[in-house]
């Protein structure tokens, strides 16, 4: 998105009330400079069944340790009916 591969800039977050009922766990790397943290938490506020969580630490991987166990966290919530409980303690 940073560099408009696919859409137009800010048409995500204009549309993210269609999103609405497609659950969804957005993990996102505090450290990441890429991508910056605050258009994930912006599209986590507009995204009415999301959840949000920062992961400490660098992370523009999913093979990063931390970024690595918040993906297994989110499977978890979603095929077992876990909660996010895993996912609010980042090391």
Known sequence: MANDLLMEPGTLLERACRLRDAPVVLVHARQDFSCLIGGAYALYRRWADSRFYPVKGPG????????ARAFVAAKAYFLNGGTLKDLHAPH
């Open 60 to 67: 523009n991987s999913p093979f990063e340790p931390g970024m």
